[in-house]
């Protein structure tokens, strides 16, 4: 008997072509007809009226604000349903994230987030058993390996190549075990991956919402419009075929799509219908048993077929829905919105820890109510496959941002209240969300002022504070008051000023500077060094005591790296260059579009052969200001004591006056022997090795030699010809790749003229004249068997980098019978360098979210034996709380390890070991290469603080 | 305080854009989205949400399907809402009619049908109190005399002419009492008549259907989209100026419309937020009070406000909805299914009619299951205003006409039950359902066949039978044996022939005459005086004993017609001639389409200044066969005997390769004086007086002076001067004007070549090369003072004409022990030429509906006395069976007379008397001019057939 496993589903992007308000309520349903509060309300009245109707709901960000709105009997109705398996979840995160241009802390961030509220609310009846990534845009190895980590069954997805899926159809490899960590042993990163058989859509013909025109049933014979006959006949022959490619007497289909169930019972009615007239076929022979099921209850039948499955290693990416139709365009899209989401993530950790350190007092405070939930929840929302990919409309692009920004807002004070309670200064604090365009009115104004920094990494950080000030010369003071030095430059092409002194910041702490404007005496031209012209015959160099680099004096190019310590030195030019965005040729009529990336030839062109530049030299930085056109800019700068070269590249408005839509990248080319290989990291952390022209699971045929050889970049790519490597961190997620051995290429914007026929229908113009954005670049030279050591922490400081708060200073004091302190850290003593604190969070009144990551992976470092496993014990690690207990879970926290099991599956390459509960026996922690561990830990804040 | 009443409700089409069961499934939703069984299922959920929501549900046709589809428990839930009020039924036909293009019989029949299915299904609690017609497209004084005689309380519509609005609103006259007949004693006629404010549309921005894209409330002040105190504030305002047009301090708001509510949720999930938002207002003092309320419930409000109402005594045609638009057009449109619609009821009403006649027998007999109801069904289907209106797609149009054809079937089988029965001969029965094009297979090739003539007239026949026979001689014989004079002429411009001869059939009953070739004889050229040349000088006459009928020699066309029993001559001349469609011009853009009619020009076009003629005078018939062009000719012909001189034309298709749409008309010119005054039927039944140019209650400004004009005629118009009449009587419902003195015009065909922007959204072109269509005008001359009796009995005679049924003969014996019979009558006696039987037709087992009317208007017919009041019994009137009790009901038989109460009203000429309650003591029947008078009788049917 074959069976056909009906699951009924809704997939509810959190904000597309509508913001997730206006896809909640259901307004503008002209743009696109779509109310998220119907399809709840239509969907459980349609559950009660037949007790064999089963749904899934994935989208937690929705489903939450819905429930918050109902009323107790009706919530007891739902959790009725979810008890008895009618309404299940599925995935169950906030969203359902994005897999390219998310960074691995956000996605545990919004799971976590979705999971604890069907936790709270339904306990373990409204826990998903099955991810349900249905909709994005191919699927990463990370993404896998954290479904995995989080306790999921299965992984059911709906996009991959096309090609890829013929010749998965045809080898019955729809379904398979992917091992998706090349780190952490089998079976913990081991996922069972099905793909969808129709992405996530209903059978041709068999869609029955109202969004759909799809013909119902009718019974009646007498009707002119009869059809359950014929109807009946197109279904059995429809499973039948679907069967073929795959392997058990157990198929599933996608009974839903994009909002639909908004009508719940136009579908159910006419799935009811189907299934008993299908079903009604076997006392005429059928061998076909249709049936209302979820995708866990599909995935018990396969696991109980008790097979061998084959095991993937790799990823799905890059996605192509067709020849030319590479979706490789997004992983770049939204330049500045990608930025503004990594700069959340790093605000709101920040949060999260100081309301963990302060306590309570964080929350209610000098200061008012501080509350990280609404930035939590708006970081969450951006995770979705369509907020940080860049692939909504424009207005809800302006959303995203909006929800971040509203976000910030009680996290600011939160940090005021935290700050005030551990500094004992009750100051009026001051958050300047501008200076990545250097504007601060209380640093450009005030003739004295206070500089909070706070380091939310496990390890003191030694920063340069760079801050917009007015034309004078300040006297910077260190916590114990000692003068440091400090420095006034010039910003490019401009007559502003920012002041520089380089802070040394302890562990999960801060420090506190002060800085007075000397009177009467003007920033002295002490930038000697300074050149404002045209690049003459004279070497262009800068240097520290660890790298030097040089230009080209006649482009003013950079044309060579050198590695001081190690002795290294490597050719490499970098410069800008643009592809003409595709509008469809006689090819295919594909455009480059927010989604898809087609340059319309393969080869970019030079923004500029050469730039304008200007140096500056003092004993603080030293900097390559290189003007490339009037929307191209770079400062190439060294601060001392840092090991990477920072490219700080400011692009745009692209201008498309001529009617080419333009996608512009930042190119290193090496002579490195690098045979077609490069490597990206996958979510920020693991890292895969790439192949141009090459797919390790089917032989490609490629169509597009340059979209179809991008991938995404969280946050660093490298090529290595075995004795150096080249490694560039990126500030943001975007799209890279080596087209050419000893090449990397970054796309740092892109501004195009035509939508690409994937739904957003827009083109990706960006506002008015487009968008300006700056971002950073830091290369990194290294020997190959060391570099991991640089580019792990290196990235590590760049996603928690310090966050400055600024105050007038003379605050009144905050607890006059304690000594106020200018400094402070969390931790007694300092993380190990391969331990990073990834979730440092307030979780319940008395119990803190805690989540400790090794952040090397097996054989990553031999020098430093930084790839080791690692003890450490958390028995007073903090030191304004003890720990008086302490639970491990699963990774999004909603289970506790010990409980959770996990189905166990068989690959083809032998069997897993059976892992035995696993029970946490002293606050000794040992974590493995790449290894996560989670900790609901009791707590209890001391008094002093 | 001002009280809104919420009326919510939806308007399903019983066909339009999509076939009836399109519609009630849900299929092309692509063409519409609209699925009835899916608003049913879905309101009733809605409603057991919350109690004090309402719904009105209108249309039976849909209604009654969905329920047979329900459940019983589902069926005992909606009897308990319908009790309880929250659903309430609204005008209760089977569909909403038509009310220019429809016949009284079968808006009666189609009323009757539906209300009975609400009070065998949920007796009186089902029953509507209020008549609602809120789409069709103007509004007979006739539909509101019916509905006030079916008992209803009052009557809602929605579209009158924008003139006419704007006067009503200034006035405050949107409701008024309407006096619907002239002849009725008010109140019989009286109808309290409310103009809705926004045709049933909801208000601006207040639209929350499915359907809809307007904005939701949200009452999340948090929400970006917080619009919840606009709204409200936006609502009051709504409802204060809407409160200014009427009298009451109640008024209503319809929301709703086409095919909405098919996710009620959505609907009353909004209006629950307006009416608890508006209503807390008043606690800030705001004096309005929002209410879920019902038509019922709200007219209930405004007769206890017990105020003096404005009267009423014109209809509400033509229908203009601005400038230039004037509804006239479908009068006309489709002029084949209007007459395939007459004729079927025509079928009807003798299959009901032997029905009763012949008792059970008639539904199960020797031929199989003879069944009135699908065609009962399929001529109300056919009331719905899109349907006889001739304003459906061209596909919807066609499953009109295959419903009337698959109803016919089973009547034909129970005739042909009945038949055996009655006659007691078990023969072949043969119907010939294209004797209109000369088609019928038996008549053609058989060597002798009978022919049953049925007569469903209370009075006796004599009816010229018409059969296409092969050339031959035949003899006829009569139900007694005698040959009949019978002749063989041939048809106009054909080769082929039809055999004629008199038949006299007895008043509700049937003669059977039998045909013989006459073997080996050749028909002679008998047609003597026929002339195949173009006219001569000789005068062409025709004439028989009462009428003469001279043509122009010179062009063919009829010049004059004389009385010659009351000695009047009337100069009369008649041609063919054509209006030019607009396409839409600089006065306006209103093209001419399947609802407007909007001529380019005032004058039409001849189709042709003379015709070629052919003259056939034989002793049975006298034609002159006028041809104008290859696609319009005419016979014009004199039965012996016959009172109207009868004119057969033959229009289509219509040519209209010259891109140029056309409306062609027959129009009668003469020289009566008629003071711009003509007068036209309304629904087949009483006359109203129409003055061109001129409206009774509003100074008009004309517009469009033909089409604004035009008025409904579904049987007759006529002109007097005073003295003379001159009526002309149609076989269909046309348009019709007098646009000069002494002229009359119908409109007999159109094909258009643009849609007319009402939503039909196809050109009215009809399938393929377009139509041909034949039809007959009856032309009277009279004294003005005896001319109704003229036209009454004639148009009775039109719209029941006999029936013919052939049978090739010599058929066994169908009850053996009894002689069979050739002719019958199911009357004992005659009835008055004054009574017309409006209905005689199986209720139950032992039940019969019986409508008897008085056909005269009051003071209509002076000479014969036939407007006086008649009285006759009831007593052993039938000769098939007995009445053994017999109960008076309303006009739709859904209560009883005695019973009934209506809501009273307070006209402002003056108080109506109070009709105490009707007991009916004896079957002595007296009718009053124009009384329908409705009974429901128990019977027995007799022994002996």
Not at 576 to 596: L, R, T
Request: net charge negative; charged share 20%.
């Amino acid at each position: 008997m074959l069976n056909v496993h009906l699951v009924a589903h809704t997939h509810d992007d959190v904000g597309w072509l509508k913001t997730v308000d206006q896809y909640f309520y259901g307004i503008q349903n002209d743009v696109q007809h779509a109310g998220v509060q119907y399809i709840l309300d239509s969907v459980i009245s349609s559950l009660l009226v037949e007790p064999t109707r089963r749904f899934i709901y994935v989208e937690i960000a929705f489903f939450s604000r819905w429930w918050h709105q109902q009323t107790n009997a009706t919530q007891e109705i739902v959790r009725n349903l979810v008890r008895q398996g009618r309404l299940e979840f599925a995935n169950g995160g906030w969203v359902m994230n994005d897999e390219a241009a998310t960074h691995y802390g956000a996605i545990i961030d919004q799971m976590t987030l979705g999971l604890r509220f069907l936790e709270d609310t339904f306990g373990s009846d409204g826990r998903p058993h099955v991810a349900w990534h249905i909709d994005p845009f191919g699927h990463s190895r990370e993404q896998a390996s954290l479904f995995a980590q989080m306790g999921f069954d299965g992984f059911f997805f709906g996009r991959l190549d096309y090609q890829d899926k013929k010749v998965r159809k045809k080898n019955l490899e729809m379904e398979q075990v992917w091992r998706a960590s090349a780190s952490l042993k089998p079976p913990a990163a081991d996922l069972f991956t099905s793909v969808l058989p129709n992405i996530y859509n209903p059978p041709e013909k068999l869609c029955w919402d109202v969004l759909c025109a799809d013909t119902p049933f009718v019974e009646d014979p007498s009707s002119p419009e009869y059809n359950a006959k014929e109807l009946v006949q197109y279904f059995l022959q429809l499973a039948t075929t679907q069967s073929q490619s795959y392997c058990t007497n157990h198929i599933v289909m996608t009974m839903g799509s994009d909002f639909q169930y908004e009508n719940a019972n136009m579908w159910f009615k006419n799935l009811d219908k189907l299934i008993q007239l299908v079903n009604a076929q076997q006392a005429n022979g059928s061998r076909v048993n249709v049936l209302y099921s979820t995708p866990a209850c599909y995935l018990w039948e396969l696991n109980k077929a008790n097979l061998t499955w084959s095991v993937k290693e790799d990823d799905f990416f890059p996605y192509a829905d067709g020849p030319h139709m590479f979706w490789t365009g997004f992983f770049s899209s939204r330049p500045a919105l990608k930025r503004y989401e990594r700069l959340s993530y790093n605000f709101l950790q920040v949060c999260n820890q100081l309301e963990v350190l302060a306590g309570p007092a964080a929350n209610v405070g000098p200061y008012g109510y501080g509350d990280s939930a609404p930035l939590n929840e708006a970081m969450a929302v951006l995770q979705h496959h369509d907020a940080v990919s860049g692939t909504s409309r424009q207005h809800v692009a302006n959303d995203y941002a909006r929800q971040l920004a509203a976000g910030w807002g009680p996290c600011e004070v939160l940090l005021s209240n935290a700050l005030a309670q551990l500094s004992g200064f009750k100051e009026d604090f001051t958050f300047c969300r501008e200076l990545n365009i250097s504007v601060c009115p209380l640093s450009q104004t005030a003739k004295s002022f206070q500089v909070t920094i706070y380091n939310p990494l496990g390890r003191k950080v030694d920063w340069m504070v760079r801050l917009p000030v007015s034309k004078h010369v300040f006297l910077v003071r260190d916590p114990n008051g000692t003068t440091v030095p400090s420095d006034v430059v010039t910003l490019p092409s401009s007559d502003s000023q920012e002041l520089l002194f380089s802070a040394s910041v302890p562990a999960l702490g801060f420090s506190i500077y002060s800085v007075t404007q000397v009177p009467g005496q003007r920033p002295q031209a002490h930038n000697l060094h300074s050149i404002f012209q045209k690049p003459s015959s004279r070497v262009l160099v800068i240097q520290n005591e660890h790298i030097r680099a040089k230009f080209d004096p006649d482009t003013g190019l950079l044309v060579e790296m050198e590695n001081l310590d190690q002795n290294l030195v490597l050719p490499v030019h970098q410069a800008f260059y643009w592809y003409n965005a595709s509008m469809g040729d006689n090819q295919s009529s594909q455009a480059s579009g927010a989604y898809i990336f087609r340059p319309s030839r393969q080869k970019p062109l030079l923004v500029s052969g050469w730039a304008q530049t200007h140096l500056v030299k003092t004993a603080l930085v030293q900097e390559v200001h290189q003007n490339f056109s009037a929307w191209c800019s770079q400062v190439v700068r060294l601060y001392p004591g840092q090991r990477h070269l920072e490219l700080e590249w400011t692009v745009g408005p692209i201008p498309v006056g001529d009617d080419w839509g333009k996608e512009v990248i930042s190119r290193f080319d090496t002579a490195l022997e690098t045979k077609g290989l490069f490597y990206t990291d996958s979510n920020g952390r693991e890292i895969l090795e790439r192949r141009r022209d090459y797919r390790p699971t089917w032989n490609l045929n490629q169509t597009e030699p340059v979209a179809g050889n991008y991938y995404p970049v969280n946050s660093r790519i490298y090529i290595t010809d075995g004795h150096k490597q080249l490694t560039v961190l990126t500030d943001r997620s975007q799209g890279g790749s080596s087209l050419s051995d000893g090449s990397i290429e970054l796309m740092v914007h892109r501004r195009l003229l035509k939508d690409d026929a994937r739904g957003v229908g827009e083109p990706l113009l960006e506002a008015g004249s487009g968008l300006w954005v700056r971002g950073r670049h830091l290369v990194l030279l290294d020997k190959a068997q060391s570099a991991a050591a640089g580019h792990r922490l290196q990235a590590e400081k760049e996603v928690l980098a310090p966050q400055v708060v600024l105050a007038r200073g003379g605050g009144a004091p905050y607890h006059p019978e304690v000594a106020p302190r200018t400094q402070f850290s969390g931790l007694r003593r300092e993380l190990p360098p391969s331990v990073h604190l990834l979730t440092l969070a307030r979780w319940g009144p008395n119990t803190v979210l805690l989540r400790l990551e090794h952040q090397f992976a097996v054989g990553e470092d031999s020098g430093r034996c930084l790839s080791s496993p690692v003890t450490l014990d958390l028995t007073d690690l903090f030191s304004t709380f003890t720990i008086t207990n302490l639970q491990e879970t699963t990774l999004a926290a909603n289970q506790l390890r010990a409980h959770a099991t996990r189905l166990r599956w068989t690959p083809n390459t032998g069997p897993t070991p059976h892992r035995s509960p696993h029970w946490l026996v002293s606050a000794n922690i040992t974590l493995q290469p790449m290894e996560i561990r989670t900790f609901l830990a009791s707590v209890q804040w001391k008094e002093d603080r």
